[in-house]
């Protein structure tokens, strides 16, 4: 746990929640266990894209699509969402998901693997959302960057491991090590890239958020 249970308790009380259906698909996914953004995450996006008003988004990890609707939902009206996701299961309740919200049309779903599918994209996205294998993330961050707009963001999520990322090396099970070790690369190559300027926030699973420079020195 990174927040006190209290304190997220206590400002996930105060949020109004989300459309029905986006309620209703949330409460699914808690049931039958696919790993959906968090609460406090949720209204972080929100705000985001209130901010930032992409128009092209692209998302690494669709699940079962929670994320890619509360997107579209929040987001500019005609923005376009590209969506990786790479279990078959997933795919499929998600495609369904698309088609009973109405938003096919905002969506373009690839199915595959993300690092193969990354490295064939083109095009430039105001926003990059990365929510997939955490272990890749670092693995993937050249092509990410190649496709962020200059001053895109790119929005990083469960970067801090429920903590886990500040324990001693020797205390990290050994089956999480690789991913603990590749998610602290991960973090650094984001706070010393030239291209990038990025804020690591305590926030859910812990969330960094990075903007492209239009130009190495400043803004
Ligand atoms: N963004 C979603 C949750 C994504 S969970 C939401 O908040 O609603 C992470 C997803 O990434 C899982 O469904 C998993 O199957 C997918 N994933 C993991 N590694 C991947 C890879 N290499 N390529 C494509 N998808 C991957
Ligand atoms: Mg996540």
């Given amino acids: 746990m990174i927040?006190?249970?209290?304190?997220?308790?206590?400002?996930?009380?105060?949020?109004?929640g989300n459309t029905p259906f986006l309620e209703?698909?949330?409460?699914?996914?808690?049931i039958s266990s696919v790993p959906i953004i968090r609460r406090e995450m949720q209204s972080f996006i929100k705000v985001l894209l209130a901010m930032n008003k992409p128009q092209q988004i692209l998302e690494v990890g669709t699940a079962v699509g929670f994320s890619t609707l509360l997107m579209c939902e929040y987001g500019q009206p005609e923005a376009h969402i590209t969506t990786i996701e790479n279990y078959e299961k997933r795919i499929s309740i998600a495609k369904e998901n698309f088609r009973k919200a109405g938003k096919e049309q905002n969506i373009t779903l690839l199915e595959g693997d993300a690092g193969e599918i990354l490295k064939t994209l083109d095009?430039?996205?105001d926003m990059i959302f990365m929510d997939a294998a955490k272990g890749q993330y670092i693995h993937w961050l050249p092509d990410v960057v190649r496709l962020l707009a200059p001053e895109g963001i790119l929005v990083?999520?469960?970067?801090?491991q429920e903590g886990e990322l500040i324990e001693s090396h020797y205390l990290v099970e050994r089956r999480?090590?690789?991913?603990?070790?590749?998610?602290?690369?991960?973090?650094y190559e984001l706070k010393h890239h030239p291209q990038l300027l990025t804020t690591i926030l305590p926030l859910g699973d812990g969330v960094s958020v990075s903007i492209k420079k239009k130009n190495s020195n400043c803004l």
């Fill in 3 to 16: 927040v006190d249970e209290r304190m997220r308790t206590f400002i996930n009380s105060l949020d109004k």
């Fill in 156 to 160: 990083s999520d469960n970067v801090l």
């Fill in 123 to 125: 095009g430039t996205f």
């Fill in 176 to 187: 999480n090590r690789t991913i603990y070790k590749r998610m602290r690369e991960y973090l």
């Fill in 24 to 30: 209703e698909l949330e409460q699914e996914a808690l």
